[in-house]
């Protein structure tokens, strides 16, 4: 089970750090990523970490403001977003999965949080 937490509203330039605490069959987990949603438009992949290293992937198009992150001591993953930008508002998504490939996509991951809604005002 996945839960994720830390959406909200915040201006334009600002930063957030959503939080994805898993718990259950946490050993099966190889890589744990973040994906987003927004409105009108398809999930998209933003960034993964290997569950039990420190290997991370991150899409072009945020790399350089996201920084993903885990505590295996907590079972949870971070994602810190900064320098936000209305193009970040969308509902963000943690997810597990048990592979090492193609983490890029979603039909990967087995688990799926309910995500949190992030919206950026400019």
């Known amino acids: 089970q996945l839960q994720a937490c830390g959406g909200g509203l915040v201006q334009a330039g600002g930063s957030l750090r959503l939080s994805c605490a898993a718990s259950?069959?946490?050993?099966?987990?190889?890589?744990m990523g973040w994906f987003r949603q927004a409105p009108g438009k398809e999930r998209e992949f933003v960034a993964a970490v290997i569950w039990s290293g420190s290997s991370t992937t991150y899409a072009d198009s945020v790399k350089g403001r996201v920084t993903i992150s885990r505590d295996n001591a907590k079972n949870t993953v971070y994602l810190q977003i900064d320098s936000l930008t209305p193009e970040d508002t969308a509902v963000y998504y943690c997810?597990?999965?048990?592979?090492?490939?193609?983490?890029?996509?979603?039909?990967?991951?087995?688990?799926w949080g309910q995500g949190t809604e992030v919206t950026v005002s400019s």
């Open positions: 997810a597990a999965t048990k592979w090492y490939q193609s983490i890029r996509s979603s039909s990967v991951y087995d688990y």
């Open positions: 259950g069959r946490t050993f099966t987990i190889a890589n």
